[in-house]
């Protein structure tokens, strides 16, 4: 199993310019979050959603997006990058007990790291 | 909703001291308490977690206590290396049908050899 993927690994925008972090899980979790991270402020959510189908904002939501695309795919999208949106993106998953997981435990992808010009 | 505390935000110690960081949730109904470790450059990895019916739980040179009265947890390290250097991070859950956590601000841990 690959876990949580996440692409791109890298990126760099202008401000104004779009794009859409990818993330994938082979799983099987039911629960995927987006998160950012910035020096000193730990994870911060922005999106989750509970299930395919279904999405909700969390703690920082202004400028996102969210798509869940199916069971396996949560993607986040910027519509107009701003510099305030230069930071360290992880996705998540958890879910119901699947070959050994454990509901609850959230799972982290290795990080996009955004820069906005 | 849900806040969570953690201090110290910087943590030294020599090499085979012992390492404490401890933290705060606001929800009384948050019953799952789970601690990651991130090292530079990386993803946050679970090292260890504990639900609200236990009051313990050690995995070999690491522990965490919950205490339900005071609202808080602690994660210890035993016998610190420098591999354990790292930045910590301490989650609760937040009650009420979905699998939402909300972190702590992080503790980074450097041991000194």
């Known amino acids: 199993n690959a876990g949580v993927t996440q692409t791109p690994k890298f990126q760099v925008l202008k401000t104004g310019q779009s794009m859409t972090l990818q993330c994938a899980q082979d799983?099987?979790?039911?629960?995927m979050y987006w998160y950012r991270q910035d020096p000193g402020m730990g994870l911060r959510l922005i999106y989750y959603?509970?299930?395919?189908?279904?999405?909700d904002k969390g703690e920082v939501p202004n400028g996102y997006n969210v798509s869940r695309l199916n069971k396996r795919e949560f993607s986040l999208r910027l519509e107009s990058a701003a510099p305030s949106q230069t930071s360290v993106y992880f996705c998540?998953?958890?879910?119901?007990?699947?070959?050994?997981?454990?509901?609850?435990?959230?799972?982290f992808g290795p990080g996009t790291r955004l820069t906005v010009l | 909703g849900e806040n969570v505390e953690q201090h110290p935000s910087t943590l030294s110690v020599q090499e085979g001291d012992s390492a404490v960081i401890k933290c705060t949730y606001s929800d009384s109904a948050s019953n799952y308490f789970p601690w990651y470790k991130q090292e530079l450059g990386k993803r946050p990895q679970l090292i260890i977690d504990?639900?609200?019916?236990?009051g313990e739980k050690k995995d070999q040179r690491i522990a965490v206590t919950l205490n339900k009265t005071a609202k808080h947890f602690s994660l210890h390290i035993t016998e610190t290396q420098p591999e354990d250097s790292a930045v910590y991070f301490c989650?609760?859950?937040?009650?009420?049908?979905?699998?939402?956590?909300?972190f702590g601000k992080g503790t980074k841990l450097t041991v000194n050899p």
């Open positions: 799983m099987n979790h039911n629960s």
């Open positions: 504990i639900r609200s019916n236990v």
């Open positions: 989650a609760a859950s937040i009650v009420g049908g979905s699998e939402k956590l909300v």
């Open positions: 998540a998953s958890s879910g119901r007990p699947s070959t050994g997981s454990r509901t609850d435990t959230q799972y």
């Open positions: 959603s509970a299930s395919e189908g279904t999405t």
